[in-house]
């Protein structure tokens, strides 16, 4: 009696913390990455459905405790502000993409492993 209810699929979620405090996760990278599209701190926060001031906040944040710069800020004027990325919030962004797609792998074996047995068939990451 197979089904679509027999195939188990696995989620999980990886975030990066300091002094117990979140760092990055999955909704700061979609800021991040919303930014390095739109050149635009607000039009970023639009996007992904945040305030302004929110967006601002998690950007002081992370800068803060990862002890790196990630946004180059131009000030407003004759032909408007903006924001982009720096060379070490691409690198990071790289790298934290790059741990993510590892980490999944490795769950996925492992329960693929586990729970591909009586009749329960483990899939992969939603």
Known sequence: MRNKHNVLQIRSKVWIEAGGEPVFGKGRRILLEAIGTYG???????????????????????????????????VGGRNGGGAQLTEQARIFLRQ????????????????????????????THV
């Open 40 to 74: 635009s701190i607000n039009q970023a926060a639009k996007e992904i459905n945040i305030s302004y001031r929110k967006a601002w906040s998690y950007i002081a944040v992370m800068e803060e405790r990862l002890g790196i710069r990630l946004i180059e800020r131009r």
């Open 96 to 123: 934290y993409g790059e741990l993510e797609k590892d980490i999944e792998g490795i769950v996925d074996d492992k329960f693929r492993k586990k729970f591909t047995v009586n009749g329960i068939q483990g899939g």
